[in-house]
């Protein structure tokens, strides 16, 4: 590998762009990450490793203001793009790399493809006036741009799929491109003994230590029966889980059963799920775990809570995968999740750890099988070791390095 070939990486950054630049990084690619200066502190690069508050490959400015949305070729970002080989987005950055002058790939993270590019469709997804408004123009630039990329990097699963025949696209650029998320498998991962606790932590952390079987819930509280929500991947399905801690109670199998769920202000169905926990009679089942500070948990604690935890449990509706579950994985913490099998079949041949649940009596079962410590620790196992395989930033390299390589020269 050239180490003269240069990326920018513009758009979701920890979640996705991050590791993705640090693994080419390694590898010998001279690739550099920009961030919008108003990103909130969970979004930006420090907050997964605090030592990238000044590191020179990362780039902070205006990027994705108000003012670009109206005409974005004019953001100061598209200037500096055109220094590039090659532009990797996710996120809004599709709306700025189509004028770059530059080859651009497009790495779908989610709803940057199944919801952005639909606002009438959304529009409760999008609080306040302002943010309804600027969702037009915002969508208006993200379809123009997305049969210009040069490649499109997608996984099967139904709600992406249904977003591209949306859309109209077709291969090129839409690419059968396997490209795994990555997740720092050093940074999650178990230690020799149990980490400190802070002060602020420590109620928390208390309750979770007295309880049988701990079930930690970090998924976003998205509860929607909208068919349009649930088409594109946005319902969380978490109201599954809450009936499912009712299932257990009427069966009298929750005795010391504690479900985690953050009280993030700003958590779009937070209240809703408050409601429903009352509504099932199941409040002594669940700890609404205020973070220290607001905006969430930053990376220190969430490794914290996933240290305490018995089991992660993810999704129930949309059929995909995230970060919450790799890294739950990566810890060693047995998944109880929906997964699309038919999508999951292409991606991973070989099958996957993860105890797949959809209904609350599944989900149910899942976590009464999970109550076995042996149990637990063996799938644990099983599921970290399926991370380094797949989606660990050296397994993952090899395939940035040569879709990033052919992109540029190609």
């Not at 590998?1 to 758009?11: C, E, I």
């Amino acid at each position: 590998m050239s180490a003269t070939v240069r990326v920018a990486l513009l758009g979701n950054v920890v979640n996705c762009l991050l590791p993705i630049a640090q693994a080419l990084r390694e590898g010998g690619v001279e690739a550099e990450l920009f961030v919008d200066e108003a990103a909130p502190a969970s979004g930006r690069p420090e907050s997964a490793d605090p030592r990238l508050a000044q590191a020179s490959w990362i780039h902070r400015g205006p990027w994705f203001s108000r003012r670009s949305l109206l005409r974005p070729s004019r953001s100061p970002v598209v200037a500096r793009l055109g220094d590039y080989d090659l532009v990797v987005v996710s996120g809004p950055g599709p709306v700025y790399a189509q004028f770059s002058g530059r080859p651009w790939c497009w790495l779908v993270s989610g709803a940057d493809l199944t919801v952005t590019p639909f606002p009438w469709a959304f529009r409760s997804a999008f609080s306040g006036r302002v943010r309804r408004i600027g969702a037009y123009p915002l969508a208006h630039w993200q379809r123009r741009a997305a049969p210009r990329a040069k490649e499109i990097w997608v996984q099967p699963f139904a709600p992406m799929r249904d977003a591209i025949a949306r859309l109209g696209l077709a291969s090129p650029p839409v690419s059968n491109r396997y490209m795994p998320m990555v997740v720092d498998v050093d940074q999650m991962q178990r230690g020799d003994g149990r980490p400190v606790v802070p002060a602020a932590m420590q109620p928390i952390v208390d309750r979770m230590e007295a309880a049988a079987l701990v079930v930690f819930h970090p998924t976003r509280l998205v509860m929607s029966a909208s068919a349009v929500s649930r088409r594109a991947g946005q319902d969380k399905g978490n109201d599954q889980l809450l009936r499912a801690l009712r299932v257990l109670q009427d069966r009298g199998e929750v005795a010391r059963v504690l479900v985690v769920i953050p009280a993030i202000d700003g958590s779009r169905d937070l209240t809703a799920a408050r409601a429903l926990v009352e509504e099932l009679e199941i409040e002594q089942l669940v700890l609404w775990a205020v973070p220290p500070a607001p905006g969430g948990f930053d990376r220190a604690e969430m490794r914290l809570l996933y240290d305490h935890s018995d089991v992660v449990a993810d999704e129930f509706a949309a059929g995909w995968f995230g970060l919450v579950t790799l890294e739950a994985l990566a810890m060693e913490v047995p998944v109880v999740s929906h997964l699309d099998e038919r999508a999951m079949r292409v991606l991973y041949p070989e099958g996957h750890p993860v105890q797949t649940a959809e209904t609350p009596a599944e989900i149910a079962d899942r976590l009464v099988s999970l109550r076995n410590p042996e149990h637990r620790r063996a799938i644990g196992r099983a599921g970290r070791a399926w991370v380094v395989q797949h989606h660990s930033p050296a397994a993952a390299k090899a395939h940035y390095l040569d879709a990033v390589t052919r992109a540029a020269v190609g």
